[in-house]
C-alpha cells in the first residue's frame, strides 16, 4: 500500500485568496476562501495554515525569509512536501529565493491565480489542486521549487510572468516547461541543473534596479550615494551593453566597492560580455561589472542580496553561476 503523503499548504495571499465585489474590485479575504477544498483524504493528508494574508506586491525579503525558515522546519520534520500559495505579481521572485536558499530534496510548489475565488473561471483552486498533485507525485523530488500554474510545472530559476492577466501567465522564455498534468498524470520532460543555495539568516541591503533605454544618460547613476546602497542590478541593453555616457558614472560606483549587476531587458536569452567598445559588456566586465547571465533583475537582485547577507568571497564567479 503506497505511503499517504502529508503534506503542508501555506497560504500567504495573493488573488487566489481574494474575491471580488459586485463592482467587480478584487481585494483580500477575512475568511480564506481556499479552505473549502476538498481533497480525497486516502492519498493526502492536508495541514494548511495562513502564514500571511498578503497581496503580494506587499511581500518583502523578511516575509520570504520567514517563509524559508517555516519550509526548512516542515521538510526536516514529517512532512513530505510543501505548497505555497502566493500572489503572482512578485511569485517568480518568492520562488528564485526560496530555491536560492533551501537545499534541494522534498517537493516545494508555489502556485497562485490569476483570477480571484468567486470570478467566472476561477482557476485558484483548481491550480491548488494540481500543485497538491505535484507535491505528491514521487518524480517531483530533487527538482528544486516549482512553479505549478495551469497545468504546467516550471523550474523556480527560470520561470517568470509573462502575461498581466491571462492564466497562462508564467512561462519560462528559454527552454519551456519542465513538465505537464493531464487529468490523470504527470509527466517531466527534462530536469534543470542545480542553482546554487546558501541558508541565509538575514536580507538586509539596498540593492535598486536601473532599466537601461536608448540615448540614456548617466544623471540617473549619477544621484546614486554610494554611501547608501549596497549593490546595483541595471537591466542593460541586449546581450549586456550600455550606453557611453553611463560608463563614468558605473566606474565611480565601483570605485566605491559598489557590487554592479548587469542583466539583459530582452525577455529571452543570456546574458554576457561579449562588445568591446565603449559601454559594451566586454569592456565593462574588465572595469569589474557582474554578470547574471541566467536571470532577470529581479532575480539578480534577490540573488546579489542573499550573496552579500552570505558574505560570499568571489561575487564575480556567484553571480555568474
Ligand atoms: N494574480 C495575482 O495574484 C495578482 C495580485 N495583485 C497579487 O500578486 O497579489
Redesign the pocket.
Known sequence: MNHKKKILVLHT????S?AEDEQGN?SPNAQNPLNRLNLPSDQVEIVAEDIFN??????TLEHMLLLKNRIIAACDGDFDGVVIT??????EETAFFLDSTIQRGKPIVIT?????SNELGTDGIYNLKTAIRVVADNDSHDRGVLVVMNDEIHSARFVTKTHTTNVS?FQTPTHGPLGLLTKNKIFYFHRDSENQHLDITSVTGNVPIIKCYAGMNGEILDLLDPNRIDGLVIEALGAGNLPPSTVAPIERLLAHHVPIVLVSRCFNGIAEPVYDYEGGGSRLHHAGVLFAPEVNSQKARIKLIIGLNAKVKNLDDFMEN
Open positions: 495571499g495573493g488573488t487566489i481574494m478584487v498578503l497581496p503580494s506586491p506587499h511581500i502566493h500572489g503572482t505579481d512578485t511569485l497562485g491565480a490569476m483570477r480571484s501567465t
